[in-house]
Structures are given as structure tokens and as C-alpha cells.
């Protein structure tokens, strides 16, 4: 492999490997990385004088001179006291440098992985646990058709409300054999009716606006104890009143 390959391409070789698994070993490779180059910096700098690096007498230390090296490669700010010899100003610089580059790494990675997230999450296919809610399904007749299958199958024993919107009038009643008591939207219908209409009667896109809107007149949903089995249409109709009016 060796001869096939020069010494160039086998380290570019390890390191897309590296860039395309798991950010924890990214991550792990970075920390490998700012151990590698805090090192560095404190081998350059072990021939130089504690005054140079502005440390005070035990500044002899291979602890102290690490923690010099530590600081620069943490805080970008540090290095420019760093002028006291240029042996200390370049490897105060470099340090500096490396630093830079391991946290804009680290930065990337975890900015990618929240945004594989977010996407992960906007897919829909992460598990919700909630009780008594309505599904809302999607327009595609076939995907709709599959979804309420697999709803119904999970809850069979304690059917959940569905509402589903189909586009093609043939699907109604496959939906509603897919998914016992489905309500179903003719979506497409009901928009071409509402156009038909707003063009027919001038004005009417402003009702429409005005209770179809969440600002102003709306629509509200209330529970209505002793209605059920009567018409309590004028009922409710001087309820709405009496809210306009206020």
C-alpha cells in the first residue's frame, strides 16, 4: 500500500475517514490535536527565560511554561504581551493560530450536528407521545393512505381523531376504510369555491380575511353542555352576537 500510494495521500486518506464519522470522534481528535499543539508550544519556549514569558521565578517549570502555552491556545488575547523575544512572539503566534483553528472546528461540528437535528426532526419521524390529540395528515393521497394504515394499526385498540387532506375525490373512501371515523379535507375543492366565490361577490375576500385570520372577528371552538340532540343554532347565534357587540 505504501508504494501504491504516496505518504501525502494516505494522511488525506485518514483524514476525510476521520471527518466523516461520529462527532464524538471529532470531537476526540480535536482535544488529541490541542494536547499535540500545547505541547509543541511548550518544547519551543523550554529554552527560554522566565522573565520572557512573563512568569515569576518557578516560572523553570514544564507545568508553567505548559500553562503558558495552555492560555494561548484558549484565549486569542493573550499573545500580544508575547514581544519580549521573537522566539516567544512566533511561538505565542503560532499557538494562537492552532487555537483558532481547533475552535472553529468545534464549532462546526456541533453546528452540524444540531442543524442533521433539526432536519432529523422537521421529517416527522420522531416519536410523539401525546393523548387525546388530533393527526393532521399531509395532501399526498398515497402517503396519506400509508400513514392512517400505520396509525390505525398502532392504535387500533383506542382510535386517535385524524384529519387527513386528500386531493382526489376517489381516495375518500379508501381513507376512511384505512382509518375507521378519518375526517377527510377536500382541500383543492374548497379553495376553487372559495376563489369562485370571492370573484363572483366583491367584498367577500375581506370576510374572508377578517374570520379566517387570527387577528380581529374569529372562529372559536366551545363546549356546549345540554345541546346535543337539539338545533342550537339561535342559541349560539345571539352568544356570537352578544361577543361582537362587546
Not at 38 to 49: D, E, I, K, Y
Not at 65 to 83: C, Y
Not at 210 to 238: H, K, M, Q, V
Request: hydrophobic fraction near 45%.
Amino acid at each position: 500500500m505504501a508504494g501504491r500510494y504516496s505518504l501525502r495521500e494516505i494522511i488525506r486518506y485518514r483524514i476525510d475517514n476521520l471527518i466523516t464519522k461520529s462527532p464524538v470522534s471529532q470531537i476526540l481528535a480535536l482535544a488529541v490535536l490541542s494536547v499535540l499543539i500545547v505541547f509543541l508550544g511548550t518544547l519551543a519556549v523550554s529554552s527560554a527565560a522566565p522573565d520572557a514569558l512573563l512568569l515569576e521565578g518557578e516560572g523553570h517549570s514544564a507545568i508553567y511554561r505548559m500553562w503558558w502555552s495552555f492560555t494561548r491556545l484558549v484565549d486569542p488575547g493573550t499573545f500580544v504581551n508575547d514581544s519580549t523575544t521573537a522566539l516567544v512572539a512566533l511561538t505565542g503566534i503560532v499557538v494562537t493560530l492552532g487555537g483558532i483553528l481547533v475552535f472553529s472546528m468545534l464549532i462546526g461540528i456541533l453546528s452540524s450536528k444540531i442543524g442533521e437535528k433539526l432536519d432529523e426532526l422537521k421529517r416527522g419521524k420522531s416519536t410523539v407521545i401525546e393523548e387525546g390529540h388530533t393527526i393532521i395528515v399531509g395532501n399526498r393521497d398515497k402517503e396519506v393512505v400509508k400513514t392512517l394504515l400505520a396509525v390505525w394499526s398502532l392504535t387500533a385498540e383506542k382510535p386517535l381523531r385524524a384529519v387527513c387532506e386528500i386531493a382526489d375525490r376517489r381516495m375518500f373512501e379508501i381513507a376512511e376504510m384505512a382509518y375507521r371515523g378519518v375526517r377527510w379535507v377536500p382541500v383543492t375543492q374548497i379553495v376553487m369555491r372559495l376563489m369562485v366565490q370571492v370573484c363572483r361577490q366583491p367584498g367577500l375576500s375581506a370576510v374572508y380575511s377578517e374570520i379566517l385570520s387570527f387577528s380581529g372577528n374569529e372562529f372559536y371552538f366551545i363546549d356546549a353542555p345540554g345541546t346535543e340532540g337539539s338545533c342550537p343554532l339561535p342559541r349560539l347565534w345571539e352568544t356570537a352576537l352578544c361577543a361582537t357587540r362587546r
